[in-house]
């Protein structure tokens, strides 16, 4: 084990620092994603070394997560997936005039939440993922539902549309292949929608081009970004002022992370819509709130590490980026699983090593390009736009080489356009949409195994206290925005 670490931080920091930089600067670009460049940069990795190629491609994985916060936060557009919740705070921070502090907040909060995995995983992997891999389809559905309640936390004060822009999302989730039966459904004769409309060009049309128009509005109208501050503002009593946040958010990530198939979207959901139901200003969330930053990066970037640990112990990938590092292993003869501790040590360890550097590094290369970054502000969004259509054109084609991919985009980046000037809330549609074919096929599955009867997913343990979980965040919102509306009356 001392070996390993001996190796990652010595020989191998070149590797990790590579794959930490270009993950940072993928990420931070609209329309690609750590997927894509994981994906390109897999076939270039046959030669290497098998422990040198794992090292390179987790600290892309990891930088590539991080590096979703830059556009989230300074154009509202998220770089990747986990980011999208990251938009809702540090969006509006920057643009009262504190990019450099929303920078500052997220990037601290995700070296927080990636060194707290780390230390999960090196600790606890074992016996953390034989509880996860416990969890039937009844459990992960349940979950899902549980993070469907919370939709209240993305509404911004308004349940109603934020259960319509669900509903909406959940809806156009449903064409394609059904997948238990594995018929077509909802497809309209269309042979396009045979395999439903991929998650990429919706995302990039919904909340990147969808914002793209709105930009444009402005440019047109002659709105100028006020003067923003250069410098970076993070101070290390940030973590004692929100430490239960940091906490809380952290196991909440990396217990998500470890949880085949989830990702760290619904984990950041999830820590977002506690740390607004825990704080004494929920009112401040969706208006530059330090905590909802937090809250999200700390999740997304434990969720990130977390989802190692039942990709190296059971050898289930955690994502879909987890599934690519997967095929890695197996490309340079490797077993990813449990007998990965017992054939192959060093490997095994040199991922979890490979982990602790990835955020360090991550951490240096975003405190040393931060204060550049921040000047982005400062740049007239014309120059900006143009290139933006670009990548999105590119990552929208690049994922089935498809022009269809391209109009679909163009469909979703209209509506996104209306939607948020009828201040419906886009991130509850694109979270319903992630998290529906999740729970339709948990719940078809566990209907299958228990041959149609409900009663299981009541009477288990884990599925029916998530579900009660469900109910309450459900009331609580309702009793939330009652008296939200009631005290704007008294007023």
């Not at 969006?91 to 990037?107: F, H, N, Q, S, T």
Request: hydrophobic content about 55%; glycine content about 12%.
């Amino acid at each position: 084990m001392l070996d390993a670490y001996i190796y990652v931080f010595t020989s191998g920091l070149i590797w990790v620092f590579a794959g930490a930089g270009i993950g940072i600067f993928v990420g931070s670009i609209p329309g690609l994603s750590g997927a894509m460049v994981i994906s390109l940069t897999l076939p270039m990795t046959y030669f290497m070394n098998g422990n040198d190629a794992l090292l390179l491609l987790v600290s892309m994985y990891i930088g590539a997560t991080t590096g979703g916060l830059i556009s989230a936060t300074l154009m509202r557009m998220p770089g990747t997936e986990a980011a999208i919740m990251t938009t809702l705070d540090g969006y509006p921070m920057a643009a009262r005039g504190e990019p450099g502090r929303a920078l500052g907040l997220g990037v601290l909060a995700s070296v927080f939440g990636g060194i707290f995995a780390w230390v999960m995983l090196a600790v606890l992997s074992p016996p953390l993922s034989a509880i996860a891999v416990k969890f039937g389809p009844f459990d992960i559905f349940a979950m899902t539902v549980v993070a469907l309640s919370l939709i209240a936390a993305v509404s911004q004060g308004s349940l109603l549309a934020g259960l319509i822009s669900a509903a909406f999302g959940a809806m156009l989730s449903l064409p394609g292949i059904d997948p238990i039966s594995g018929s077509l459904r909802m497809t309209f004769g269309f042979s396009s929608l045979d395999n439903g409309l991929t998650l990429l060009p919706v995302i990039l049309g919904m909340l990147v081009l969808g914002q793209v128009l709105i930009d444009c509005e402005e440019v047109l109208g002659g709105t100028k970004a006020g003067r923003a501050e250069a410098h970076v503002s993070m101070h290390w009593r940030d973590i004692t002022n929100y430490l239960m946040t940091y906490i809380r958010s952290s196991f909440i990530g990396t217990w998500i992370g470890i949880l085949p198939g989830v990702g760290g979207t619904a984990a950041s959901v999830a820590s977002y819509s506690v740390a607004k139901a825990t704080s004494k200003t929920p009112e401040k969330f969706g208006d530059g709130a330090e905590e909802g930053i937090i809250a999200a990066e700390t999740a997304n970037n434990a969720g990130t590490v977390g989802a190692l640990v039942p990709l190296i112990t059971l050898g289930i990938p955690g994502s879909v980026i987890t599934a690519v590092l997967l095929g890695a292993m197996v490309i340079h003869n490797l077993n990813p699983g449990p007998l990965l501790f017992a054939e192959n040590p060093d490997v095994a360890y040199t991922i979890i090593a490979g982990a602790l550097a990835g955020n360090l590094a991550m951490f240096l290369i975003m405190v040393i390009a931060t204060p550049f970054l921040a000047k982005l502000a400062h740049i007239n969004k014309a120059y900006l736009l143009a290139p933006i259509v670009v990548f999105c054109m590119i990552g929208a084609f690049s994922v089935s080489s498809r022009f269809f991919d391209i109009g679909v985009m163009l469909v979703f980046a209209c509506l996104g356009y209306v939607m948020t000037k009828a201040r419906i809330p886009t991130g509850a549609f694109i979270i319903a949409y992630i998290l529906t074919p999740m729970a339709e096929q948990n719940l078809r599955s566990g209907l299958v195994i228990y041959d149609g009867s409900f009663v299981p997913l009541f009477t288990n343990p884990v599925s029916g206290i998530l579900l009660a979980l469900a109910v309450l965040s459900l009331v609580w919102s309702l009793h939330s925005e009652w008296k939200l509306r009631k005290n704007r009356h008294i007023s």
